[in-house]
């Protein structure tokens, strides 16, 4: 059995209410799901395995964070890879609206994300 986290970092820079919180983090990972399906089927199935403990770490960050994240991590073969989130516009945030960013999980034992270093800079949400 193995431990994987999976960090979703939400852009509290703007008004977003709880459901719509939670509607951007369900794209996020559906879109995070998607991309591991279909172009990283090897971390997907590791990943997926039904004896794994899988847990989802939510946390806050303002835009400049968000931009900084974007460039840290961009989609390449290392599992170092960000899905960014960017809203429609049709409810609360303006259209192009970066609200969440999921990152490829990784096994906690794995030195992924600098170990998620990177990641305890910032607060739970």
């Known amino acids: 059995m193995n431990q994987w986290k999976m960090y979703i970092m939400i852009n509290n820079s703007v008004k977003m209410s709880k459901g719509k919180i939670a509607a951007q983090v369900a794209h996020g990972t559906e879109e995070m799901t998607k991309t591991l399906i279909t ?7 590791s990943y997926n ?4 403990v899988k847990c989802k770490i939510c946390l806050r960050a303002n835009e400049e964070q968000m931009k900084k994240a974007r460039e840290l ?7 170092e890879w960000c899905v960014p989130i960017f809203d429609a516009g049709a409810t609360q945030v303006p259209a192009g609206t ?9 096994r ?15 607060k739970l949400l």
């Open 108 to 122: 906690k034992n794995l030195d992924n994300y600098q170990n998620g270093n990177y990641f305890s800079q910032f």
């Open 39 to 45: 172009q990283y089927p090897d971390i997907w199935n």
């Open 73 to 79: 991590f961009p989609k390449n073969k290392s599992g």
């Open 98 to 106: 970066n609200t969440v960013i999921v990152f490829c999980p990784f």
């Open 49 to 52: 395995h039904p004896m794994n």
